[in-house]
DNA sequence: CTTGAACGGAATGCTCCGTTCCGCTAGTGT
DNA sequence: ACACTAGCGGAACGGAGCATTCCGTTCAAG
């Protein structure tokens, strides 16, 4: 352990973050990790984690539901943003980028049997998404629908390689990207091809949550 | 069993290619399938695998022996294509995306050992995938690398849902998203901002072959 | 009718992992 | 100063999952 600040209580209260914050790590790097794997990056014992949390079950719920309202808060901040719409959309996407919550919450979702609590939080989430599609609408290319932010989103955190500071200056690279794909050009009159093939629906997305 | 068409031996051969369709079926959806499922997948019982193959790591080393080789193919297919360099790239990407080698080639390595033969393989098809690169440049939109194909396959075959069918359709709607982004503009001088950071070298690509 | 190639699937012997349990240590309250 | 216990480290336990092996069966071939 690291230092006594100010006896056992802070050492404890601290323990409470390290413990999150390695556990945001390790399943961000590895959903199916064990355990052990938390506790040995958090640098404490196997008995530190169970004494916080009932079970892993517990633990992953947990970083669902913080990741769930990372999400939220950063809608909020985007439909809050008095810049132009596509600068705020694009900073909103980034910033989503930034947190990974993409992978608390899809990539961990179907490993635990979900709460009431989370799954409001979902249908909130799925709200504001919404609204941050309304407000942006005008200036996607058409033929993009809500269900395609999440999807982009996957893919680009579907980017992994060692380095977790390079991995994100990556994915910042192809949203970069795929962004300018998704604005509306000004040019031509349709923006592009025709995207082949029936958007992705709501539907297709929630299935996954099912166990 | 399905039907004895002409005798034991003619069953044994139909085997073979039912045992390695189903490898390819449960292992592209499940790189970490048990030997077990790709049985049932196939109708046969364990043995039927074990006589054809000594292990696990020989049937995967197969599948992606194959998947390297059926991408290869394209690649020499795209380069014998004589429709404009585009078109033909964008054909080429799509026919890639319909092989889905990338699940056999990619997400599969690291599970084995690879042999010299697997590596020679790679090397000719990096060469390839560079003639292509080079073929289609000047259409491409500046700051776009070879090493971006790679990454992108990988962000676009990243994309699973259950039903197979879908899976592909959905595949091909961001792909073709991505290729108007890929593709140089004529408006603009530049075609777009600059994508943020250094792109992906051939360094990093290759790390995750290792063990 | 005999033989053995090909096979189905149960049995084996692991490895891995979630969870529990047993002391130990060092703040805390008196 | 001292007993008490919150908080903890980590070994031990039990079960699940899986690659591989093994044995009995079948049936075309000769």
New binding site residues.
């Given amino acids: 352990?690291t230092k006594?600040l100010s006896?056992?209580?802070a050492?404890?209260a601290r323990?409470d973050e390290v413990i999150l914050a390695a556990a945001r790590a390790v399943f961000i790097a590895d959903p199916g990790a064990?355990?052990?794997a938390v506790a040995e990056q958090a640098g404490?014992?196997?008995?530190?984690l169970?004494?916080r949390y009932a079970?892993?079950?517990e633990l992953l719920r947990k970083l669902c539901t913080d990741g769930l309202a990372r999400y939220i808060a950063e809608s909020e901040k985007a439909l809050a943003d008095d810049r132009d719409p596509w600068t705020a959309f694009e900073a909103f996407l980034h910033a989503l980028v930034d947190a990974d919550t993409n992978s608390l919450t899809q990539r961990l979702a179907g490993t635990f049997t979900p709460t009431p609590e989370l799954f409001e939080a979902a249908v909130r989430a799925g709200e504001l998404n919404q609204a941050v599609y309304e407000r942006t609408k005008e200036h996607l290319r058409p033929g993009i629908v809500v269900e395609d932010f999440a999807m982009i989103l996957e893919q680009i955190t579907s980017i992994k390689l060692g380095d977790e500071a390079r991995t994100n200056q990556l994915r910042h690279r192809y949203l970069t990207l795929v962004l300018e794909a998704m604005r509306r050009s000004g040019e031509q009159p349709g923006g592009g091809p025709e995207l082949p093939g029936p958007p992705p629906s709501s539907g297709e997305l929630t299935d996954r949550w099912r166990v």
Avoid: D, L
């Fill in positions: 352990m006594a006896g056992r209580q050492q404890a323990n064990p355990i052990a404490v014992g196997i008995s530190a169970y004494r079970s892993k079950e």
